[in-house]
């Protein structure tokens, strides 16, 4: 059983950074995308950015020149670390990984961690 727990949240002020890590159970090259999304307050859950096994990262244009997306296959972490964060940008953050394709394919979820932007 898979098991995704993030970690680093907390309180940061307009224009600062912080990193948020995701430890996973499993090797990361098992996963055919590893990723991180958002569920700000009233708001659905979106997706922030992602990788695929192969290395390719896509990002949100909210979020694009400001985030990066990146992976430790030796300790099992992926992190994505932002800069130049914004009061919109506070939200939950959740690690995600899937296993397989469609139509066999199995997500997977960390409980979140809450990032809030704030002077």
């Known amino acids: 059983q898979v098991q995704l727990v993030e970690s680093g949240g907390g309180l940061v002020q307009p224009g600062g950074s912080l990193t948020i890590s995701c430890k996973s159970s499993?090797?990361?090259?098992?996963?055919?995308?590893m990723g991180w999304y958002r569920q700000g307050p009233g708001k659905q859950r979106e997706l922030v950015a992602s990788m695929t096994g192969g290395g390719r990262s896509e990002y949100a244009d909210s979020v694009k020149g400001r985030f990066t997306i990146s992976t430790d296959n030796a300790q099992k972490l992926m992190y994505l670390q932002m800069n130049s964060l914004k009061a919109e940008d506070t939200a939950v953050y959740y690690c995600?990984?899937?296993?397989?394709?469609?139509?066999?394919?199995?997500?997977?979820w960390g409980h979140g961690t809450q990032v809030t932007v704030s002077s």
């Open positions: 995600h990984a899937r296993l397989g394709n469609w139509p066999n394919a199995i997500d997977y």
């Open positions: 499993s090797m990361i090259y098992r996963y055919n995308v």
